[in-house]
């Protein structure tokens, strides 16, 4: 079992000794059916980006996004049918947080050591999530990203808290969401229009862009 299966175990059951409602990854796992349509089995995402990762997102942020498209406060209309409180309970929407967030993508193809069948390797193969290196400046894309970005997504772009995980996601889904916070169309925190998004010209998005395809999630 991986580190972040076990972590969300562990989870579990501290919430459960907590009094907290337990998360239930089996559920989780039944919810991903339906989200695989468009997320893929392991919520690798598809199509270039026009459907982003979601498997290893930090859990608040998923949380908070799929009450965000139950309330409609984040417009995605694909997205109304299968978050309204009769699809999608509070509860269910910790199980499937609970359950994506576990999911490991690894950045390298495997390595066989000659014991695994074929549906075995072909899972293995299955899952591996490599983005393509953006073009632009790396090491201006990275001085910005520290000065501008890090204290709410980390140094290392996993995120911290509510705040999304950005290394590892599509560069053309990250490029369609900060044309949207700055058009006002997505609120960026408590930012909005204006913020610090707005205040980067292209170029220098762009660079920042391929910084964050630079470098992959490390292995924990």
């Known amino acids: 079992m991986r580190l972040r299966q076990l972590c969300a175990g562990l989870f ?4 459960l000794a907590g009094g907290a409602v337990a998360v239930d990854l089996e559920k989780g796992k ?37 009450k965000s498209f139950r309330a409609r406060t984040r417009v995605n209309i694909p997205m109304y049918p ?25 950045t390298e193809m495997p390595t066989f050591v000659g014991t695994e069948d074929a549906l ?17 400046d790396l090491e201006a894309g990275g001085v910005i990203y520290q000065k ?6 980390a140094k290392t772009g996993k995120g911290r808290g509510m705040f999304p995980m950005l290394i590892g996601q599509y560069t053309n889904y990250l490029k369609r969401q900060i044309d949207l916070y700055r058009k006002g169309d997505r609120p960026h925190d408590e930012e909005a229009v204006g913020g610090l998004l707005n205040a980067l010209d292209e170029k220098q998005i762009q660079d ?3 910084y964050l395809s630079s470098i992959q999630p490390p292995k924990e």
């Not at 579990?12 to 919430?15: D, S």
């Not at 299968?82 to 490991?104: G, H, M, N, V, W």
């Not at 075995?120 to 632009?136: F, Y």
């Not at 501008?148 to 997504?153: G, I, P």
């Open 12 to 15: 579990a059951a501290l919430a």
């Open 208 to 210: 920042v862009l391929a």
């Open 120 to 136: 075995t390797r072909l899972l293995m193969v299955e899952k591996v999530m490599i983005i393509p290196r953006a073009e632009g």
């Open 82 to 106: 299968y978050t309204q409180e009769r699809e999608l309970s509070d509860a269910d929407i910790k199980d499937i947080a609970a359950y994506l967030t576990a999911i490991e993508l690894p």
């Open 30 to 66: 039944e919810i991903n059916g339906t989200c695989a349509a468009c997320h893929g089995e392991f919520g690798a995402g598809g199509k270039k980006g026009e459907y982003p990762r979601i498997a290893g997102q930090r859990v608040n942020y998923i949380e908070n996004q799929l």
């Open 148 to 153: 501008q970005c890090a204290s709410c997504h």
